[in-house]
């Protein structure tokens, strides 16, 4: 029943009423010529590959700086997932300054009394890890059970029935509060920062224990050091049971030691050797520190797993466990870096020599950079982030403000440049019209529909936020379709749409103030304002302009 | 038994021969002068949750068979058995629909085929088949884009096409690939409706750069294909009244989308630039009672073949221009499990269809079924890396040049070729 109606819903979101009872003739069919050749998706390929060691050289034109009006609009688009009515003028009035510092200081900002509510109704995000895998042991445990007994024909069916009403009961708590928080709390900059940092080290919902573990993972390793030391929210992530088993970590033994975790749920696993597992040293060194040219070897990576040993799941609290028993006692080096045999201790070496390497103050400043200038940042300001992120011990807080002090920041060059991902749009379009849903499931299928469902990244290098990795014509259509449905159900009148509730009734004039500070192209000024009343919030939304900040 | 059967794909020395390549204009050519760039035609489905190949080409004359699968493995029977293939592979009964096209050799199997990664992850094994570099987690982009990226266009927008309303993993990264609904004809959104076009048309068509390139390259791919899927003339005779089906989100099982094949055919009959498409099914990973000749398995089984052979008939001329691969992330355990079902395996059977392969055989390096022949003594070893078959599709069927398979699959050589050693 509640599936049928989160389809229907979505119909009714994505079609929105009909909103014309006059048609008009077609124009000519758009130019083809314009269609990307061939060669540039080629060239757009190579340039990926070419990865995050990559940074424009700076600005070849002259510096353009932005007016003081343009930098309100550029805090907005940059420290929020989008302004709403009212936030360009509140602003200006208390100074892009002073917004800057409230926001790097999120406990300073009152929060919002419903976003409060909503965080604290969201019980598993507050849970024990441990327990949280025991309640999921049980489950299926029980399902098994219950399968055996029913003499049932089609397993993957159940299988599927089980997982989805897990994901369901997932989705009702992680997913609405992601989305509470992130339309309506006042504390922007730490939603923004908990996107980056979910993304920089990333787990998927899809991966087995993680689709209960994600939430506390994002509020218990993420969120309180969005804005903190690197090294506290490193050190977070590794002893997160979520990390652990989504990058199997939990399964890494010094070779012939007994797999005995509580994650093994088979005699089958019982009785298993271990041996190295180095996924998630690789990854620790490739995506979460150092950067895939950060000089590191694939010697080093079986060194840095062999100090990984052992760290595994739980059986009480929040953070894994580790199994004296299945670690490697012998010494390890690390890019020449020698770590003694000294158990668990080693794992805070080998952290603390990660987090104060050269190459990773480089490869953060320059993934901040990116999410917050440019697809390719200007190398002299990448530069400067990572002087002020080694000299300020990783200060998360320190490296975002020189970011946000400097010339670059400020250029004009540097302004609409970026390409909205799926979620960003989805947030800047509900925050922009004040439209809010009375059902989530509308938006987790718009994300799904765009390639960005909500916590699902399957790779652990988390979603890309680049206009190479969004911008795909399919999408786009999506987009304004979901567009017209968002702008015009502020407007429609009998009945209303059904997926949204809270139409705040903001004018189009508010809603404009939103989108660059009012200021839109010669052209998409033009056709908006010959448009029909009705259809002008929609036009705004899914204008070209919208799609960038 | 020790039975090393490899593939002599190349009888396709005629193809190989013309697959030279000469620089041309669009970075490559052909060198025959004759074929136009977009005539050969890739149709990839990909099976979700690991399908037991054992089950689905089952080595009946290895001595073990029926001792390690003792309530699932298939027999020779008078009627509704095992299709016997070559006295020692016999094929399922439930893809008799497509026997006839291993008769006339335009069918072919490889067996004991997969990833060279380990694991026995749904998402990982997946995610490795789809990115098509196994082992590395953070490949970004799928192998299908990059092959898209590669071939010669003619800049149609709808040149390679996802079923499904999401684009999957192998289809991600650069290059265009519409999407297109399963089992509904023709998706419409707001932009369908004409003033709204008209308007958004009018912005973006304004913008000289890749928002708006994108928008006109959007739009004109949603148009064909569903100018596509509304023409009343349909290119088969028989009634379509049950191809109406509720459309099904994700990977659906074949069982939800049995018209597949019609579909598939339809888009490449009716738009020549359709060029590569992709479809995948769920409902594989038959942990328990999977059944025999009749069962869980054949039961996904029956409607993926028979929506097979509508697809070969539905391409009808096309069909000699055409590969169909058929692959899953992994085979399943070489024993039964105590629940009549199998658990995840290696090594698998991949399926190729086309007027290119020379089929009615079945290849790959299979060592038999003793505990020493498999792998950690459990499953079917993958002796032939699943992209080595893939590069000699795309290489010799395809006439995709060496260079561009390099960016297909990067960093993977294949060990001589498997197909003619």
């Given at each position: 029943m509640k599936q049928e109606s989160a389809v229907f819903l979505t119909v009714q979101l994505l079609f929105g009423p009909a909103l014309f009872s006059t048609l008009v003739v077609l124009p000519s069919s758009p130019v083809l010529a314009a269609s990307r050749s061939k060669h540039v998706s080629t060239a757009r390929v190579k340039m990926a590959k070419s990865g995050s060691s990559m940074a424009s050289l700076g600005p070849v034109s002259a510096p353009k700086p932005l007016t003081s009006d343009q930098k309100v609009v550029q805090v907005l688009n940059r420290l929020t997932f989008g302004a709403k009515p009212g936030d360009f003028e509140r602003v200006k009035a208390m100074g892009v300054k002073a917004y800057i510092a409230s926001q790097l200081n999120p406990s300073s900002i009152a929060e919002n009394p419903a976003v409060e509510a909503q965080v604290a109704s969201a019980e598993i995000i507050h849970k024990k890890s441990a327990d949280l895998i025991k309640e999921f042991r049980l489950v299926i445990a029980q399902n098994n059970a219950a399968r055996k007994e029913a003499n049932s024909k089609d397993a993957s069916k159940e299988e599927q029935a089980m997982k989805q009403k897990h994901i369901k009961v997932v989705a009702d708590q992680i997913f609405k509060t992601r989305l509470v928080r992130a339309l309506d709390s006042e504390r922007q900059l730490q939603e923004v920062m908990v996107d980056f940092w979910y993304n920089h080290f990333n787990i998927s919902i899809n991966k087995g224990l993680d689709h209960v573990l994600i939430g506390v993972y994002e509020e218990q390793a993420i969120r309180p050091n969005a804005l903190g030391r690197f090294r506290d929210i490193l050190g977070a992530t590794c002893y997160h049971p979520a990390m652990l088993f989504y990058l199997d970590n939990w399964q890494n033994a010094a070779p012939g030691t007994l797999m005995v975790v509580p994650g093994g749920s088979t005699k089958d696993k019982a009785k298993k050797k271990g041996g190295l597992n180095e996924n998630y040293a690789r990854e620790l060194m490739e995506l979460h520190t150092l950067g895939v040219d950060g000089g590191y070897t694939q010697k080093d990576v079986i060194e840095l797993a062999r100090v990984l040993t052992g760290l595994s799941l739980p059986t009480r609290g929040y953070w894994g466990q580790f199994y004296a028993v299945r670690h490697d006692q012998g010494e390890k080096v690390i890019l020449g870096h020698k770590i003694k045999a000294k158990g668990a201790g080693e794992i805070e070496e080998a952290l603390d020599f990660l987090a104060h390497h050269p190459?990773?103050?480089?490869?953060?400043?320059?993934?901040?950079?990116?999410?917050?200038?440019?697809?390719?940042?200007?190398?002299?300001?990448?530069?400067?982030?990572?002087?002020?992120?080694?000299?300020?011990?990783?200060?998360?807080?320190?490296?975002?403000?020189?970011?946000?002090?400097?010339?670059?920041?400020?250029?004009?060059?540097?302004?609409?440049?970026?390409?909205?991902?799926?979620?960003?749009?989805a947030m800047s379009s509900l925050r922009a019209s004040g439209s809010r849903p009375a059902h989530y499931e509308p938006i987790y299928s718009f994300l799904k529909l765009q390639g960005q469902p909500l916590y699902a990244c399957l790779t652990p290098d988390g979603y890309k936020n680049t206009k190479e990795a969004w911008l795909n014509s399919d999408a786009l259509l999506k987009r304004i379709n979901f567009a017209t449905a968002i702008g015009s159900a502020n407007f429609s009148s009998a009945g209303g749409n059904r997926a949204l509730s809270q139409s705040s009734g903001q004018s189009y004039d508010q809603v404009l103030s939103t989108v660059n500070g009012g200021q839109l192209s010669s052209r998409t000024s033009a056709v908006i304002a010959k448009s029909p009343e009705p259809f002008k919030m929609s036009l705004l939304l899914g204008s070209p302009e919208f799609m960038s900040y | 038994m020790n039975r090393r059967d490899f593939l002599q794909l190349a009888a396709l020395a005629s193809f190989s021969s013309l697959s030279l390549t000469l620089p041309g204009s669009r970075g490559w050519a052909y060198s025959n002068g004759k074929d136009d760039d977009s005539s050969k035609k890739l149709i990839v489905i990909l099976l979700r949750g690991g399908m037991d190949g054992l089950n689905v080409i089952a080595p009946y004359g290895d001595s073990q068979y029926q001792t390690i699968r003792p309530t699932i493995a298939l027999h020779k029977s008078a009627s509704g058995g095992l299709i016997d293939l070559d006295s020692y592979f016999g094929m399922h009964p439930a893809l008799m629909p497509i026997y006839p096209l291993f008769q006339e050799k335009s069918l072919a199997f490889v067996h004991a085929c997969g990833s060279p990664d380990p694991t026995r992850s749904h998402f990982d094994a997946q995610d490795y088949m789809e990115s098509g570099v196994p082992g590395k987690k953070s490949a970004s982009t799928g192998w299908l884009n990059r092959l898209v990226a590669q071939l010669p266009s003619k800049h149609s927008p709808v040149q390679a096409i996802a079923i499904g309303s999401v684009l999957p993993r192998i289809c991600a990264g650069p290059a265009a690939v519409a999407t297109v609904a399963a089992n509904s004809k023709i998706s419409k959104g707001a932009l369908d409706r004409p003033r709204v076009e008209s308007a958004f048309s009018e912005m973006y068509s304004g913008l000289n750069n890749d928002i708006g390139a994108s928008f006109a390259e959007g739009m004109a791919a949603h148009k064909t294909v569903n100018q596509i899927m509304a023409s009343p003339q349909d290119i088969y005779s028989d009634s379509d009244a049950k191809e109406q089906m509720i459309a099904n989100r994700g990977a659906v099982s074949p069982n939800a989308y049995p018209n597949f094949g019609k579909q598939l055919a339809t888009l490449f009959r009716k738009d020549a630039?359709?060029?590569?498409?992709?479809?995948?099914?769920?409902?594989?990973?038959?942990?328990?009672?999977?059944?025999?000749?009749?069962?869980?398995?054949?039961?996904?089984?029956?409607?993926?073949?028979?929506?097979?052979?509508?697809?070969?008939?539905?391409?009808?001329?096309?069909?000699?221009?055409?590969?169909?691969v058929v692959m899953s992330e992994f085979g399943r355990t070489a024993h039964e499990n105590g629940n009549g079902g199998t658990d995840h395996g290696h090594g698998n059977v991949m399926w190729l269809l086309g007027g290119g392969v020379n089929g009615g055989k079945v290849y790959g390096r299979f060592g038999g079924l003793k505990p020493n022949d498999l792998y950690e003594d459990r499953d079917l070893p993958a002796t032939t890396d699943f992209r080595s078959v893939l590069t000699v599709v795309l290489g010799e069927q395809m006439h995709v040049p060496k260079s561009a398979l390099a960016q297909v699959f990067p960093g993977f050589q294949a060990n001589g070729n498997v197909f003619t050693s």
């Amino acid at each position: 029943m509640k599936q049928e109606s989160a389809v229907f819903l979505t119909v009714q979101l994505l079609f929105g009423p009909a909103l014309f009872s006059t048609l008009v003739v077609l124009p000519s069919s758009p130019v083809l010529a314009a269609s990307r050749s061939k060669h540039v998706s080629t060239a757009r390929v190579k340039m990926a590959k070419s990865g995050s060691s990559m940074a424009s050289l700076g600005p070849v034109s002259a510096p353009k700086p932005l007016t003081s009006d343009q930098k309100v609009v550029q805090v907005l688009n940059r420290l929020t997932f989008g302004a709403k009515p009212g936030d360009f003028e509140r602003v200006k009035a208390m100074g892009v300054k002073a917004y800057i510092a409230s926001q790097l200081n999120p406990s300073s900002i009152a929060e919002n009394p419903a976003v409060e509510a909503q965080v604290a109704s969201a019980e598993i995000i507050h849970k024990k890890s441990a327990d949280l895998i025991k309640e999921f042991r049980l489950v299926i445990a029980q399902n098994n059970a219950a399968r055996k007994e029913a003499n049932s024909k089609d397993a993957s069916k159940e299988e599927q029935a089980m997982k989805q009403k897990h994901i369901k009961v997932v989705a009702d708590q992680i997913f609405k509060t992601r989305l509470v928080r992130a339309l309506d709390s006042e504390r922007q900059l730490q939603e923004v920062m908990v996107d980056f940092w979910y993304n920089h080290f990333n787990i998927s919902i899809n991966k087995g224990l993680d689709h209960v573990l994600i939430g506390v993972y994002e509020e218990q390793a993420i969120r309180p050091n969005a804005l903190g030391r690197f090294r506290d929210i490193l050190g977070a992530t590794c002893y997160h049971p979520a990390m652990l088993f989504y990058l199997d970590n939990w399964q890494n033994a010094a070779p012939g030691t007994l797999m005995v975790v509580p994650g093994g749920s088979t005699k089958d696993k019982a009785k298993k050797k271990g041996g190295l597992n180095e996924n998630y040293a690789r990854e620790l060194m490739e995506l979460h520190t150092l950067g895939v040219d950060g000089g590191y070897t694939q010697k080093d990576v079986i060194e840095l797993a062999r100090v990984l040993t052992g760290l595994s799941l739980p059986t009480r609290g929040y953070w894994g466990q580790f199994y004296a028993v299945r670690h490697d006692q012998g010494e390890k080096v690390i890019l020449g870096h020698k770590i003694k045999a000294k158990g668990a201790g080693e794992i805070e070496e080998a952290l603390d020599f990660l987090a104060h390497h050269p190459s990773t103050a480089h490869h953060i400043s320059y993934a901040l950079a990116q999410y917050f200038v440019a697809d390719e940042p200007p190398k002299a300001l990448v530069d400067r982030m990572a002087k002020r992120f080694s000299e300020s011990d990783g200060d998360i807080k320190a490296v975002l403000t020189t970011m946000l002090e400097s010339r670059e920041f400020f250029d004009g060059q540097y302004q609409n440049n970026k390409y909205k991902s799926p979620f960003r749009y989805a947030m800047s379009s509900l925050r922009a019209s004040g439209s809010r849903p009375a059902h989530y499931e509308p938006i987790y299928s718009f994300l799904k529909l765009q390639g960005q469902p909500l916590y699902a990244c399957l790779t652990p290098d988390g979603y890309k936020n680049t206009k190479e990795a969004w911008l795909n014509s399919d999408a786009l259509l999506k987009r304004i379709n979901f567009a017209t449905a968002i702008g015009s159900a502020n407007f429609s009148s009998a009945g209303g749409n059904r997926a949204l509730s809270q139409s705040s009734g903001q004018s189009y004039d508010q809603v404009l103030s939103t989108v660059n500070g009012g200021q839109l192209s010669s052209r998409t000024s033009a056709v908006i304002a010959k448009s029909p009343e009705p259809f002008k919030m929609s036009l705004l939304l899914g204008s070209p302009e919208f799609m960038s900040y | 038994m020790n039975r090393r059967d490899f593939l002599q794909l190349a009888a396709l020395a005629s193809f190989s021969s013309l697959s030279l390549t000469l620089p041309g204009s669009r970075g490559w050519a052909y060198s025959n002068g004759k074929d136009d760039d977009s005539s050969k035609k890739l149709i990839v489905i990909l099976l979700r949750g690991g399908m037991d190949g054992l089950n689905v080409i089952a080595p009946y004359g290895d001595s073990q068979y029926q001792t390690i699968r003792p309530t699932i493995a298939l027999h020779k029977s008078a009627s509704g058995g095992l299709i016997d293939l070559d006295s020692y592979f016999g094929m399922h009964p439930a893809l008799m629909p497509i026997y006839p096209l291993f008769q006339e050799k335009s069918l072919a199997f490889v067996h004991a085929c997969g990833s060279p990664d380990p694991t026995r992850s749904h998402f990982d094994a997946q995610d490795y088949m789809e990115s098509g570099v196994p082992g590395k987690k953070s490949a970004s982009t799928g192998w299908l884009n990059r092959l898209v990226a590669q071939l010669p266009s003619k800049h149609s927008p709808v040149q390679a096409i996802a079923i499904g309303s999401v684009l999957p993993r192998i289809c991600a990264g650069p290059a265009a690939v519409a999407t297109v609904a399963a089992n509904s004809k023709i998706s419409k959104g707001a932009l369908d409706r004409p003033r709204v076009e008209s308007a958004f048309s009018e912005m973006y068509s304004g913008l000289n750069n890749d928002i708006g390139a994108s928008f006109a390259e959007g739009m004109a791919a949603h148009k064909t294909v569903n100018q596509i899927m509304a023409s009343p003339q349909d290119i088969y005779s028989d009634s379509d009244a049950k191809e109406q089906m509720i459309a099904n989100r994700g990977a659906v099982s074949p069982n939800a989308y049995p018209n597949f094949g019609k579909q598939l055919a339809t888009l490449f009959r009716k738009d020549a630039s359709v060029q590569v498409a992709f479809v995948d099914f769920g409902g594989w990973d038959t942990h328990i009672r999977q059944g025999a000749e009749q069962g869980a398995l054949a039961g996904h089984l029956s409607p993926l073949a028979n929506g097979l052979a509508d697809l070969v008939k539905g391409l009808g001329p096309l069909y000699k221009d055409t590969s169909i691969v058929v692959m899953s992330e992994f085979g399943r355990t070489a024993h039964e499990n105590g629940n009549g079902g199998t658990d995840h395996g290696h090594g698998n059977v991949m399926w190729l269809l086309g007027g290119g392969v020379n089929g009615g055989k079945v290849y790959g390096r299979f060592g038999g079924l003793k505990p020493n022949d498999l792998y950690e003594d459990r499953d079917l070893p993958a002796t032939t890396d699943f992209r080595s078959v893939l590069t000699v599709v795309l290489g010799e069927q395809m006439h995709v040049p060496k260079s561009a398979l390099a960016q297909v699959f990067p960093g993977f050589q294949a060990n001589g070729n498997v197909f003619t050693s």
